[in-house]
């Protein structure tokens, strides 16, 4: 009797344990699958058509470039005219070109050049994976260098708008290629803090569970560099005197870029400086929320500081 009635414990037991183990493992995973989710942009990254510019009244070329860093970039040129100042447009997280089309129309229209492409990782460019901003910047600048060895573009003046992830980036950029000499930041992030705050736990309903901490390693090896030291707030003030101009909504509610973030760039910005709190949009809305308003505070900035 003794035997049967232990036997079955002895399953339970063995059972309770490999589901002990098991547990055990997806917890410790659970760090790595994160960091990969977060830095792999896969078959669902799009692909940009040109049909969708000439949709939004834009004659566009088709242009590639590389990076400072070597990756290959694709997108669109748009050529208002060859005397023109160009205006270089990156797009927020895991987005394409597409995205920055009302930006590329409206700019058009005032009579800019307009380069708008697709980060590394997204769209038709080169990479698994994106940069989450820390090497993003180095799009940014090959960009510029791309459209100086263009002979038929006469003006060597340029710009640059950048919406979310790539208003950091943007900034991140200006900081270290002194070409760009007025900077549009629309709905910017300050630093990564928020990013790798949220690293330390796994939200599980209302509770918030710890994991091991080995996610920020990760993520800097995936990316290829340290997300803890990729701070606009810290680049912001090295492109002074050159121009920026802040945009942010009143109403967005994002983590990653809180007003007070806003405010923290605002500071340790140099002059010449603009900034403009939209009343509403929410993340990166305030161009549809307030078209007009938005199309003429841009405008000006850059006829102030670019033509």
Not at 70 to 96: D, E, M, Q
Not at 166 to 174: I, K, P
Not at 216 to 245: M, N, Q
Request: some cysteine; overall charge positive; hydrophobic content about 45%.
């Amino acid at each position: 009797m003794a035997n049967t009635l232990t036997t079955p414990r002895r399953r339970l037991i063995v059972v309770a344990g490999a589901l002990a183990v098991f547990v055990l493992l997806i917890w410790s995973m659970l760090p790595a699958i994160r960091a990969f989710t977060l830095v792999y942009n896969g078959a669902a990254r799009g692909t940009p058509n040109a049909a969708q510019a000439t949709q939004a009244g834009l004659r566009v070329q088709d242009v590639s470039f590389t990076a400072s860093d070597g990756v290959r970039l694709h997108g669109w040129l748009v050529i208002a005219s060859p005397n023109a100042p160009t205006i270089i447009l990156a797009h927020g997280f895991k987005g394409t070109r597409v995205s920055m089309l009302p930006w590329a129309r409206f700019l058009s229209a005032a009579g800019y050049n307009v380069l708008l492409f697709d980060d590394r990782g997204c769209g038709q460019s080169d990479g698994w994976g994106i940069g989450l901003g820390s090497t993003e910047p180095n799009d940014i600048i090959g960009a510029v260098r791309y459209l100086k060895s263009r002979s038929d573009l006469t003006n060597r003046r340029y710009g640059a708008l950048g919406v979310s992830l790539g208003a950091g980036v943007v900034l991140l950029a200006a900081a270290r290629e002194p070409a760009l000499v007025a900077v549009v930041a629309d709905s910017a992030w300050a630093d990564e803090r928020p990013q790798l705050d949220r690293m330390s736990s796994v939200p599980i309903g209302r509770l918030s569970l710890p994991v091991l901490p080995y996610e920020p390693a990760l993520v800097d090896a995936l990316i290829g560099a340290r997300l803890e030291a990729t701070s606009p707030s810290v680049a912001i003030g090295k492109i002074a005197p050159r121009a920026v101009f802040l945009i942010h909504s009143a109403d967005d509610r994002n983590t990653t870029t809180p007003l007070t973030g806003e405010a923290q760039l605002y500071a340790a910005a140099g002059q010449p400086k603009q900034q403009w709190i939209a009343p509403s949009g929410g993340h990166a809305g305030a161009l549809a929320a307030h078209p007009a308003e938005y199309q003429q505070r841009v405008l000006a900035f850059f006829a102030q500081y670019l033509r």
